[in-house]
């Protein structure tokens, strides 16, 4: 008597090991996106913690953080100026009265470094000066990950957290 067996998977068989590949893919990707999001909130971190460097460097050659602030101060506007770049690519020109942060001023390297947050995926880039002696100045960002901000301010601090930061008196505040 000959005995006929197939050799082979069935369709349930394989069906079932399409679709446990498919999960196990899918969380791999998911946290591949987290990873990468991640990185862009580090590198949006590092762009703001050099902005101080470069706003002394500005403030060495000009004595201050900037003249003829019109809305980028606290005195008109304690919540600070939103200078978020433009699109695309965070290439046009974001603010007319940012003193140190335009790219009128670019020779503080601060325009290239607002810039470098806002191709890393920073949103709400909002900065803020000392109105009435332009001795002080803050800077916030919102990251790409939800929940994820950061400030810098001319004081030294260089404070990240799940919640945003107020600018007052052109200081961070937690």
Request: hydrophobic share 45%; with cysteine; net charge positive.
């Amino acid at each position: 008597m000959k005995m006929n067996f197939k050799k082979g998977f069935t369709l349930i068989e394989l069906l079932v090991v399409v679709a446990i590949i498919g999960i196990l893919a899918s969380v791999v990707l998911a946290s591949l996106n987290s990873a990468r999001n991640k990185g862009k909130d580090a590198a949006i971190f590092a762009q703001l913690a050099n902005m101080r460097g470069q706003a002394e460097l500005y403030y060495a050659t000009n004595n201050n953080y900037g003249t003829g602030y019109t809305t980028l101060t606290t005195a008109t506007n304690a919540a600070g100026v939103d200078i978020t770049p433009g699109s695309p690519g965070c290439t046009p020109s974001y603010a007319t009265n940012g003193g140190m942060f335009t790219a009128a001023a670019s020779v503080s390297g601060l325009d290239g470094l607002v810039k470098g947050a806002c191709n890393s995926g920073a949103t709400a880039i909002v900065a803020s000066v000392d109105a009435a002696t332009a001795t002080k100045w803050a800077l916030r960002a919102s990251g790409v990950s939800t929940n994820a901000f950061y400030c810098v301010d001319s004081s030294g601090a260089s404070l990240s957290g799940t919640t945003i930061y107020a600018l007052a008196s052109a200081a961070c505040v937690p």
